[in-house]
T-cell receptor, first 116, second 113 residues
Framework: DTGVSQDPRHKITKRGQNVTFRCDPI?????LYWYRQTLGQGPEFLTY????????KSRLLSDRFSAERPKGSFSTLEIQRTEQGDSAMYLC??????????????FGPGTRLTVT | RKEVEQDPGPFNVPEGATVAFNCTYS??????FFWYRQDCRKEPKLLMS???SGNEDGRFTAQLNRASQYISLLIRDSKLSDSATYLC??????????????FGTGTQLKVEL
């Protein structure tokens, strides 16, 4: 399978704990995105990388959230001191620099986070 | 006003029916437009990009009206397998390409026997 992969698929954690999610984009894609989706809503943009550079961050991304893409391949999203309001599906997507105008993004299966 | 607005539905239609979804967006500078499909508890999957001239892919037709800031999706001869949530998606601005997508809340379609 050469699509976007995410790990873990599910995570249950207690409030106050730190969690880290991983995303592996489609291999030839140099752009990587993180989104968050809660029930009944569309995905909301969190942050975006082109290669290893983090080029945009949403105001939704509080200081407790940090994302990295150290070698321009996989990315991690860490949430520190989790809160119940962080419970959501965290989606990763990737796109190709060659697709500059249309910016078609392809999503991974997501990591469903539940904070108890 | 939300950046992308859709009727949440649900649209309950019989198999074989034609159904149309509409969407409006607020940013007139938006450059690219999409319809994604999302099954329950799954990731969004790209259904089709929407071009200014309108485009068709099998039973699916997408239209864009930039003057009215309006996007539509038409599904002909609907199948049970078309049951899903359809997300209207806009790339709000062009900054050299490759930035965030803005999603509507989705329109739920249920195709029934």
């Amino acid at each position: 399978d050469t699509g976007v992969s995410q790990d873990p698929r599910h995570k249950i954690t207690k409030r106050g704990q730190n969690v880290t999610f991983r995303c592996d984009p489609i291999s030839e894609h140099n752009r990587l995105y993180w989104y968050r989706q809660t029930l009944g809503q569309g995905p909301e943009f969190l942050t975006y990388f082109q290669n290893e550079a983090q080029l945009e961050k949403s105001r939704l991304l509080s200081d407790r959230f940090s994302a990295e893409r150290p070698k321009g391949s996989f990315s991690t999203l860490e949430i520190q001191r989790t809160e119940q309001g962080d419970s959501a599906m965290y989606l990763c997507a990737s796109s190709s620099v060659r697709d500059r105008v249309s910016n078609e993004q392809y999503f991974g299966p997501g990591t469903r986070l539940t904070v108890t | 006003r939300k950046e992308v607005e859709q009727d949440p539905g649900p649209f309950n239609v019989p198999e074989g029916a034609t159904v149309a979804f509409n969407c409006t967006y607020s940013n007139s500078a938006s450059q690219s437009f999409f319809w994604y499909r999302q099954d329950c508890r799954k990731e969004p999957k790209l259904l089709m990009s929407v071009y200014s001239s309108g485009n068709e892919d099998g039973r699916f037709t997408a239209q864009l009206n930039r003057a009215s800031q309006y996007i539509s999706l038409l599904i002909r001869d609907s199948k049970l397998s078309d049951s899903a949530t359809y997300l209207c998606v806009v790339n709000p601005s062009y900054t050299g390409g490759g930035n965030k997508l803005t999603f509507g809340t989705g329109t739920q379609l249920k195709v029934e026997l």
